[in-house]
């Protein structure tokens, strides 16, 4: 099994950027697939980026461009990357795994979930 632990989240400005760090225990990390998904007050939890363990990458369209999703499979950890930050990014961020194949961009195709991290952008 995988254990996530999120951190890097924090208040900043519009424009600017935090890198989102999820780290994983567990002996198969680099078997797993990753995503990243942020729930607003309010709101569904979205897919934000997923990386599968060849690190090949997919992004929703509303990041597409501005975030970065890589994978450290040696030290165990995922990251993303988020620059040009908008107000509406404001979210708690989660990072998330699953073994399943394909490109799984829902909730409910992923096994293991961390606590998440707030990340909040004011203009």
């Known amino acids: 099994q995988v254990q996530l632990v999120e951190s890097g989240g924090g208040l900043v400005q519009a424009g600017g950027s935090l890198r989102l760090s999820c780290a994983a225990s567990g002996r198969t990390f680099s078997s797993y697939n990753m995503g990243w998904f942020r729930q607003a007050p309010g709101k569904e939890r979205e897919f934000v980026a997923f990386i599968r363990w060849d690190g090949s990458t997919y992004y929703a369209d509303s990041v597409k461009g501005r975030f970065t999703i890589s994978r450290d499979n040696a030290k165990n950890t995922v990251y993303l990357q988020m620059n040009n930050l908008k107000p509406e990014d404001t979210a708690v961020y989660y990072c998330?795994?699953?073994?399943?194949?394909?490109?799984?961009?829902?909730?409910?195709?992923?096994?293991?979930w961390g606590q998440g991290t707030q990340v909040t952008v004011s203009s």
């Open positions: 998330a795994a699953t073994q399943r194949s394909g490109w799984p961009k829902g909730t409910y195709e992923y096994d293991y």
